[in-house]
């Protein structure tokens, strides 16, 4: 069974820009997540989509956004890059009802974002 | 607001030796999820511990759950260097959404040949 897949893996953007990140969930997994790992902040959370939707959003600046497809794909998009931004972005799928209750989280590699 | 304190942060042992690593919370939890994150990598789910008293055995990994399900350890046995990372253990309600996992701030381990 395929893993969560996050690409790209590395990417270098300067202040101002845009950028997107993609995120394959593991088969058969409708809700994803993504989260903000500095070494400062830990791990923070952005939001979550299930099933298309955002259920949940973290306290983060509307610059940051997000979506997922009817495959459960995600998308999470940072506009007018700032340096604070520079991390990595891990998204992490997981299952839904019984079989998710105790919150287990499968992430991915991640993609490391650096802003300069 | 739920915290999850790990202690400690950082701890750098020799081959061999023994460690035990702490996750502690002044809330309850339905169950709580430890994971390593090797550098420049995702976390990776070790285990879950959903019973208070709980212990689960994983090779030279052990993960206790406490009475009362507010922390949890983690032991390891003769480390190795292959050990080394971020270690995170995490909290969660029964079918909470994601936004409710607690996340503590992790415990940096190096194992030094």
């Known amino acids: 069974k395929a893993g969560v897949t996050q690409t790209p893996r590395y990417l270098i953007k300067t202040r101002g820009q845009q950028v997107t990140l993609s995120c394959s969930p593991i088969?058969?997994?409708?809700?994803v997540s993504w989260y903000q790992q500095t070494p400062g902040q830990g791990l923070q959370f952005l939001f979550e989509?299930?099933?298309?939707?955002?259920?949940n959003k973290g306290n983060f600046p509307g610059r940051f956004s997000g979506r997922q497809f009817s495959n459960s794909r995600s998308e999470m998009n940072v506009s007018t890059l700032e340096l604070g931004d520079s991390a990595l972005y891990l998204c992490?799928?997981?299952?839904?009802?019984?079989?998710?209750?105790?919150?287990?989280?499968?992430f991915g590699e991640g993609s490391r974002l650096t802003v300069l | 607001t739920q915290l999850l304190e790990q202690s400690p942060q950082f701890l750098s042992i020799q081959e061999g030796e023994n460690l035990t690593v702490y996750c502690n919370s002044s809330?309850?939890?339905?169950?709580l999820q430890w994971y390593r994150q090797e550098p420049g990598e995702g976390p990776v789910l070790l285990v879950t511990?959903?019973?208070?008293?709980e212990v689960k055995k994983l090779k030279r990994l052990t993960f206790q759950f406490g009475d009362a399900r507010k922390d949890s350890s983690l032991h390891i046995t003769a480390a190795q260097p292959g050990d080394t990372g971020l270690y995170l253990c995490?909290?969660?309600?029964?079918?909470?959404?994601?936004?409710?996992?607690?996340f503590g701030s992790g415990t940096r381990l190096s194992i030094r040949p």
């Open positions: 992490a799928s997981r299952r839904t009802g019984g079989a998710g209750r105790h919150g287990e989280l499968f």
């Open positions: 088969s058969g997994h409708r809700s």
């Open positions: 989509y299930f099933s298309e939707t955002q259920r």
């Open positions: 809330s309850v939890f339905s169950s």
């Open positions: 511990v959903v019973t208070g008293g």
């Open positions: 995490a909290g969660a309600s029964r079918y909470s959404s994601a936004s409710k996992i607690i």
